[in-house]
């Protein structure tokens, strides 16, 4: 046996994320942030103007000045959506969040942001994508699955964490992305197929996995995560307990077990429940946020004691499964993974699966 309880302890607290964008004078960008903008907060200068578009339809703001009547004012840009901005000066846009968002690619015309940088024939091999456009320093940039080719067009190949794009769909690619750490990555039939990180990551930052939800009211469902390192053969288990969901807001689990098993056959176990709540596990260690559920996996690995932080970043593909009895994992309607035990539980319904590469 491990010596000790397998013990993890979770602390979570609500962290501001800052991202900046060096914006130049007196010229469109096309840009966006992962997370909410309120455009009275933001650090414009009089007169900048911004417009962007969703559903059908564009929206604008000017700094100072009244446009009632003159177009759809805005206030808020959602996270996930891009934006056009002309400035009057030189300037750092910089914003202050705690939950990015993720896009919802529409059919038809789509202004989009990512917050991460990615490769875009990765991300958007997609039969329901008809062309991806991007906008910088002046220069139009395209990609099209059918690789076409326009005199005087550059090929698109990456968006950057503040760039944003111009997506053109057949379809609604609802349900097509997950959250792993702070990045994003493309599902594919309801499995995240690879997702890379380096062992030089902060744990939580290569362990937090979201994804996206149906928030209808559900009572008492559970939730299991099943981790095996591939190098070894190593397991680790999780179950979440008397979970219940009403008018969007999730409650504290009734119990989390964690259940560890190394290569040579020693493990342990522990749980935690009312009356043994360590740093409030019970409370931070599921999110809802919108339609967003995250699991703070990494928060977990990094407080437990047993073992050192780095056997959860040791070089290995590891193999995982999230699923659920009653809850509605959006990602993965056209997969089943049936009959995975997790800590003794049996799971019968949707979820996810992939592997998370740590080089």
């Not at 990180?197 to 939580?204: F, H, L, Q, R």
């Not at 179950?239 to 290569?263: A, C, D, H, Q, W």
């Not at 020693?266 to 931070?284: C, M, Q, R, V």
């Amino acid at each position: 046996m491990l010596s000790g309880r397998f013990l993890f302890l979770l602390l979570f607290p609500i962290i501001l994320f800052s991202q900046s964008i060096s914006v130049e004078k007196q010229k469109w960008q096309l840009i966006g942030f992962p997370y909410d903008v309120s455009l009275s907060l933001l650090n414009l200068n009089s007169a900048d103007m911004i417009w962007t578009y969703k559903n059908g339809n564009w929206y604008c703001y000017k700094k100072d000045y009244d446009l009632s009547g003159k177009c759809n004012e805005i206030d808020l840009i959602n996270g996930g959506t891009g934006f056009w901005l002309y400035t009057m000066f030189d300037n750092t846009l910089t914003i202050n969040d705690s939950t990015p968002k993720q896009p919802d690619i529409k059919a038809g015309w789509n202004l989009v942001t990512f917050g991460g940088e990615v490769s875009v024939a990765d991300f958007f091999n997609n039969e329901n994508i008809i062309a991806v456009w991007g906008y910088k320093n002046g220069k139009w940039f395209l990609y099209t699955p059918d690789n076409l080719v326009i005199d005087g067009i550059e090929t698109l190949t990456t968006i950057g964490s503040t760039d944003a794009v111009w997506v053109y769909a057949k379809n609604d690619l609802v349900n097509e992305y997950i959250y792993v750490g702070d990045n994003i990555s493309k599902l594919n039939q309801g499995n995240f197929t690879k997702v890379v990180k380096n062992s030089s990551d902060d744990i939580e930052d290569i362990w937090n996995i979201s994804f996206k939800i149906d928030t209808s009211n559900v009572s008492d469902f559970n939730i299991g995560i099943k981790f095996v390192k591939e190098s070894t053969g190593a397991i680790g288990e999780l179950v979440f307990t008397g979970l219940s969901i009403s008018n969007g807001v999730i409650n504290t689990p009734t119990y989390i077990i964690v259940y560890g098993e190394k290569s040579n056959g020693d493990n342990g176990e522990t749980y935690f429940y009312s009356k043994y709540n360590p740093n409030n596990i019970l409370s931070n260690a599921v999110v809802l946020n919108g339609d967003i559920l995250t699991l703070k996996l990494g928060t977990i690995m990094k407080e437990q004691s047993i073992v050192d932080e780095s056997t959860f970043k040791a070089l290995s593909n590891y193999n995982i499964k999230i699923v659920s009895d009653k809850l509605v994992i959006n990602e993965s309607k056209t997969i089943s993974l049936s009959s995975l035990t997790t800590y003794g539980y049996d799971f019968y319904s949707n979820g996810l699966e992939g592997y998370i590469e740590i080089k």
